[in-house]
């Protein structure tokens, strides 16, 4: 997680540094429906990497936005779910999609 001196002065580009790249997002949307494991999440984000993926679960993770649970079974399993602050980031993403599903009814049919 980032110390305080880290952080950016304003917040919207706090915001942006914690969830701002297109990956982080997609992977939010999906973590979003409930917990998933990593082969779940790595199927519907279309176009993601494992080496991508397994990164930006890292840092999401680090930052506190997922939780990460292994499973002392063999083959490990391992799940990610959204942690409490993860769950707050909920309403940004519904307006996205909001302002996303209106944009494309508006432009593009």
């Not at 952080?7 to 997002?25: E, H, M, Q, R, S």
Request: with cysteine.
């Amino acid at each position: 997680m980032l110390t305080k001196d880290e952080l950016p002065y304003c917040p919207v580009a706090t915001t942006v540094d914690l969830i701002g790249n297109k990956w982080k997002l997609l992977i939010m949307r999906e973590l979003l429906k409930g917990t998933q494991r990593f082969n779940a999440i790595h199927k519907a984000v279309d176009g993601i990497s494992q080496k991508v993926l397994t990164e930006n679960l890292r840092k999401m993770e680090q930052d506190g936005i997922v939780a990460r649970e292994v499973f002392p079974e063999v083959p490990p399993r391992v799940e990610y779910s959204l942690t409490d602050l993860g769950e707050s980031l909920r309403p940004i993403i519904s307006s996205m999609s909001d302002w996303g599903t209106a944009y494309i009814q508006e432009n593009l049919m």
